[in-house]
DNA sequence: AGAAGCTCATACTCG
DNA sequence: ATGAGCTTCT
């Protein structure tokens, strides 16, 4: 048994296999087989160590990861499979809240805020310090906040970190408001979960004992993109036992703007001075060339941890160059592509994935899988539950879970419309305020005031009665909640509540009863696998719709072209890649262009969709493109932004690129360096007439050159011939920059 | 008072 | 395209 279970495994993954006791450090490349060996592992601890399948951890990125994880383990276990505790950071944290949160004062029948419900929380707390949005954008203040707390910094502590700038003084107003309002509401958001699990841990002796002892092998998969906190939770929870393997590799590590940390992978091995290392060098998924150009892209970056990836399989295709006039043509570009590759190379349209850097640039490919009548599935995007018409029914269902949810609970007070307008809701508010009541409960005191005037609110009549009509809707549907599993309570609500009948005549009514049917249907799944409990499926569901990632729901069962984001695409594989937009300002990102780290990201980012490739891999720019109408730069190029080529692109050997295009311009952006070397593109020119520019283009035309130059200001994208041009002043690129940030 | 209709700015990557 | 914030309509 256990010698099958190692039969297929090269020496370094059955050394990783079976490196059971104490810390292990996988550095694992991409396609090197990640997956087996922690699944191989997990085997080998069971059947090989005789461990008791409900004390080994593992603790994957994506539900759909989990998800995968525990089919293959099924595949090699069976039913012993069962036992083992698979779960991302959120839901594993979830978990512990709930059975023990409140030892620590949490109430256990918390909600979780999503983006938008934090920045309506924001919002308020904002209102409420008297800062203005205007000058403190929500969302700036949020990602303070959030960095605080991937930190493991409360405010308190945020306070003493922090110089005493004017800012974060600021941002600590707002965080200590938003905070006391969210344990108010009973909600946590994301960053919260794992914090908040964190702190539990910490502050309460018997409840860390207990999951100390309990877990005594731990697995961490994609071990770059984890922050501070959570690395702190992997180590409290493993600190008994100290059976802690963390899986990861720094050349993905694509999550950094999220606070995600590579230095975790160095403070492993600080903080396990005893840990084993082993790489996993060989790749297993892709051809020889798509490897060896994911190298040469790769290779450049700095703080590289040694992990030569390599691979035996077959050199295959060149990778293939498009340069394309706009979007529009890219897109055509591709599915003429993969209409070949269907007709004469017997690949299905599932076989192949378009990648690219911004979610709008689907759109683009959306159109012409449309005009093609090619079916496509669209991951991320608008995510289902951030819809409005789902993001309605969860709110209901969340006050009935959870009557302090106030973000909730705003939302759905007037929807549809029900005769309590902004006046009524400022005056119960107010009146709640003043007497220490939360907006339910005010509203219910309202409501039950038969004899008028016994409160000092001033309300009309006609609002005292709608909020009695509302008042009336909720306790009947928090009544029934106790009977009902959550499938029946979405139709209860629905009915209640008269939802359907407020989307009709909308605009986007088909669409949307469409969605509130796939809601149900969703709901109805929970609720089959809890009916001997459907009490309890209310809560299950919640938590599931508020822990979903867009890849989770990726089905392989459609025969369909998958369109998604370079981040959402990390730890997917396809036979066919084709990842477009490869330009400067939008891989690498214009917000990331000016800061070398955060370029070196974007290249990871490139380097995880190249590996993403198992036999083909196309590669796309334009020479325009239009991204959200574009209205900064809607002078240029009518509408649209003329592109320059990636400076990623130039990495990749000519010998592995095949190039198409119907343009003679050159790939290499830089072509015409050894002629004129003191203008590049990327260099800050002056020109008398037009100002300040940025080269983004060179082109050798006869004996002079043509320079594209984005100059500042209204004279636009100018075409100029070098020779006559008046530039007055040269930067080079790597100064034109000194560090912004 | 509350609803509806309008303009306006705004938009990277995510559990 | 979407939401916030404003004005106008009922």
Redesign the pocket.
Known sequence: MVTELLRNLNPAQVEATRTVDGPLLIVAGPGSGKTRVITHRIAYLINGCSIDPNRIVAVT???KAAREMRTRLDNLLGELSEGVICK???SLCVSILRVDGKKIGLDNSFVIY??DDK??LLKRAMEEANID?KQY?I?AIGNAISDAKSNLLDPQAFALSRSNSYYDEIVLRVYERYESLKSNMAALD??DLVTQAVGLLRQVTEVREKYQERYLHLLIDEFQDTNHSQYALSRLLADKHRNICVVGDPDQS??A??NADVGNILSFQNNYPDSKVINLEENYRSTKNIVEAAKHVISPNRNRLNNDLFSKNADGCLLVVNEGHDENEEAQWVLSEIDRLVRQEGLRFGDCAVMY????QSRAMEDACRRHGVSYRLI?G?RFYLR?EIKDLIAYLRVIHNRRDEISLMRII?VP????????IEEVRRWGEAHGFSVYESLQAISDDKEKGGLQVSL?G??VS?IRRLMTLFEELSCQAQLLGVSDLVDLVLEKVGYREYLRGGE?ESEQLENVQEFRGQALEVQDLLSENPALSLEAFLESVA?V???DGLNDAQDAVTLI?L??AKGLEFPVVFILGIEEGLLP?S??IDDPLQVEEERRLFYVGMTRAKERLYLSRTFLRRI??D?RNSQYSGGRTARTPSRFLRDIPRSLIEKIGNDSNSTRGDSVESDTPSIRVGDKVKHKTFGEGIVLNTIATGDDVEATIAFKGPSGVKRIMLGIAPLEKLIKKDEAFPNNE
């Open positions: 990125f994506t539900n991302t950071f959120h999503d983006d920045s309506s949005p954008p969302r994301f960053d694509i999550y703007w999220r850097r911004v979610n709008a991320g608008v409005r007037n419309p029900r005769g309590i307008g902004s006046r009524t009309t006609r609002a709608a986007r822990l990632s867009p890849v984001t981040h959402q990102h917000r990331s959200y109408g209205s």
